[in-house]
């Protein structure tokens, strides 16, 4: 059993599944570095005067951005995909997937 902290401070006890926490890719901080380039390279290219450029280089910074934000999100409420728009915390899905089971 493996203990980490959470944002607040507070222990909390993870087994396996900390493990695999842990092993995860950070695509979270890709889509911060690949927004940030883009809004510099659409800063760039505005003061090159190629205007049309420039808008679709800072619609594509403002796509990572949003990506960024959703991928923060799910990693820090710990969320999982349970239907086509249905998002629940992994403790949920994990406690109900124990109820159906019997046990």
Known sequence: MER???EHGDEEAH???AAKGAARFDFARVFKVAAFALF???AALLFLARRE???LVAGLGAAAWFLN???TLIRKHDLVKVGGRDW???REV???AGEDDGE
């Open 4 to 6: 980490r902290t959470d």
């Open 15 to 17: 087994g396996a599944s």
């Open 40 to 42: 510099a390279s659409s």
């Open 53 to 55: 450029a420039a808008f």
């Open 69 to 71: 934000l959703r991928t």
């Open 88 to 90: 629940r915390p992994r």
């Open 94 to 96: 994990e406690e109900g």
